[in-house]
């Protein structure tokens, strides 16, 4: 099993939130492209970097379980991939 980073980019305001500690489980929508990045990887994914947009600013942290379920932010309805991360790393 290979311990695999993954790669995403935030908006400054999720990126911010992130940094502060303010928010520890990332979203995606369940689409053909995440299913294959995440869900079928989510066994060999042990880091997650979010990058602050397409600038350089980047910051990594520990993956503790990928899952699917609902997202608590309003509007955003259906099942979601969450990725649960904690401690820079």
Not at 58 to 77: L, M, N, Q
Request: with cysteine.
């Amino acid at each position: 099993m290979k311990n695999k980073r993954l790669h995403l980019v935030l908006t400054f305001d999720w990126f911010d939130q992130t940094d502060r500690g303010w928010k520890r489980v990332e979203y995606r929508k369940m689409t053909p492209r995440w299913k294959k990045l995440i869900w079928d990887a989510r066994d060999e994914i042990k880091t997650v970097r979010f990058a602050r947009g397409y600038t350089a600013d980047a910051r990594e942290f520990y993956v503790h379980k990928i899952d699917i379920g609902s997202c608590p932010i309003a509007g955003w309805t259906g099942n979601f991939y969450r990725i649960h991360f904690s401690s820079v790393a």
